[in-house]
């Protein structure tokens, strides 16, 4: 199977963007959603990065989930709470006693899980530049040990 935790990471930036549109257009609901989805796309990329198994869609446990040197604050997990909450009561009528998501979803409802998915996708950003900085070492040393220039 093809690594492809650049598109993971990608749709995350979108789906992130997509929940500020939102909550300006005053989609309250819907910009929860997204930001719940950016948080999951985002922990996902890194998943695939670390060439693991990710299921499900819960940020939460996607993010208490990673292996140790990747563990989370408690602050990250109590954002990752938060957006898990939104990631079915935002899109059906059901998840109510009456009435639609949209009549109970506020901007500061919105503008926090923006803020939330935000610190995830900085997290997952922060992991995945690692990684890409020990590979790029790991190149270069093993460039040196064959006697190759290693291109610095």
């Known amino acids: 199977m093809p690594e492809r935790h650049a598109d993971w990471l990608r749709q995350s930036r979108r789906d992130l963007a997509h929940a500020r549109h939102a909550a300006e257009d005053g989609d309250y609901e819907w910009s929860c959603f997204a930001a719940q989805q950016s948080a ?4 996902k990329s890194v998943y695939q990065r670390l060439g693991a198994v990710a299921w499900g869609h819960s940020v939460t446990n996607l ?7 990747y563990q989370p604050s408690e602050d990250l997990v109590e954002r990752a709470k938060a957006l898990d909450k939104h990631y079915i009561p935002a899109r059906y009528p059901n998840g ?3 009435g639609a998501p949209m009549d109970y979803y506020t901007r500061p409802e919105a503008e926090r899980s923006i803020q939330d998915a935000g610190a995830i996708l900085q997290f ?27 291109g610095d």
């Open 124 to 150: 997952c950003e922060n992991i995945l530049a690692g990684l890409a900085a020990r590979d790029g070492e790991t190149q270069s040393r093993r460039a040196s040990d064959e006697g190759e220039p290693s």
């Open 63 to 69: 993010l208490t989930n990673l292996p140790e040197p």
């Open 96 to 98: 109510f006693d009456q």
């Open 40 to 43: 999951e796309k985002a922990l």
